[in-house]
């Protein structure tokens, strides 16, 4: 329902035991997020695709990579410990629907990180890939202020296309750090069974995934980067079948 009643997306976020901080989005609402928080942590979740957006799906089809950049608040610290990591480059539309949003967005991670909140990063779809934009600008802004803790706690996408290419994968993917006893858990990459919008954009345009891709299975068993026979296996059987859409049936949020 908050797709096309975006005045819904407070009471979805309604989770018990949560605050909604806000709810920041672009002049067209082509970019949509929330931010909650409780006691130690906050979260920042991206909402997917609205299929009625027509400037939304304009920016779905600007395949070319362009170089990742970020708005930053906060002022530079003078001595910085040499240049600044490479980000790689990321899918054009994706940086041109964040960087409406992105200063917003960074500026309220960073009051959360200001008062010792550790911070994930989680989005649907195309939600997916910004939520990956996202933890990028957190990975650039502990850069910049030489403070790991202003990383990431987590990343957590389903469903996600990709969002930029093997440089940016390798950055997102060594940088997002991974310290189970304090809850850091790194990437967590999941695939609904035979869902297409993992598969794009296409990996011959230069695109790949960051982190490990845990792959549901239709009975919910979850297995760690299935190998890509038993995938196509998978998604030969609905094709056999004489069913349609199913991809995008397995797309879908519900599922």
Not at 78 to 105: K, M, S, T
Not at 176 to 181: K, N, R
Not at 197 to 213: D, F, I, K, N
């Amino acid at each position: 329902r908050i797709y096309s009643r975006h005045e819904l997306l407070r009471e979805a976020l309604a989770i018990p035991g949560w605050t909604v901080d806000r709810v920041i989005s672009s002049r067209c609402l082509t970019a949509v997020c929330g931010i909650l928080y409780r006691d130690g942590e906050a979260i920042v979740v991206w909402r997917g695709t609205n299929i009625t957006n027509r400037k939304t799906i304009k920016a779905n089809g600007r395949v070319d990579l362009v170089r990742f950049t970020v708005r930053l608040p906060g002022r530079q610290i003078p001595e910085l410990p040499g240049p600044a990591p490479d980000a790689g480059r990321v899918h054009a539309g994706l940086a041109e629907l964040f960087g409406e949003v992105d200063l917003q967005v960074m500026t309220a991670i960073t009051n959360h990180l200001a008062v010792g909140r550790r911070v994930f990063v989680a989005g649907h779809s195309q939600g997916g890939g910004l939520a990956q934009l996202t933890a990028a600008g957190m990975l650039l802004l502990a850069w910049r202020q030489v403070n790991e803790d202003l990383a990431p706690a987590g990343l957590i996408t389903c469903g996600s296309m990709r969002a930029g290419d093997a440089q940016f994968s390798h950055f997102l993917t060594h940088a997002v750090p991974v310290d189970p006893e304090h809850g850091d858990f790194g990437i967590l990459r999941f695939r609904n069974n035979n869902d297409i919008v993992p598969l794009l954009p296409p990996g011959r345009c230069g695109y790949r995934h960051a982190g490990e891709e845990l792959y549901i299975w239709p009975n919910g068993v979850v297995s760690r980067n299935p190998g890509l026979a038993i995938k196509l296996y998978q998604r030969l059987k609905p094709i056999v079948c004489g069913i349609i859409g199913d991809g995008f049936a397995d797309h879908a949020i519900g599922e």
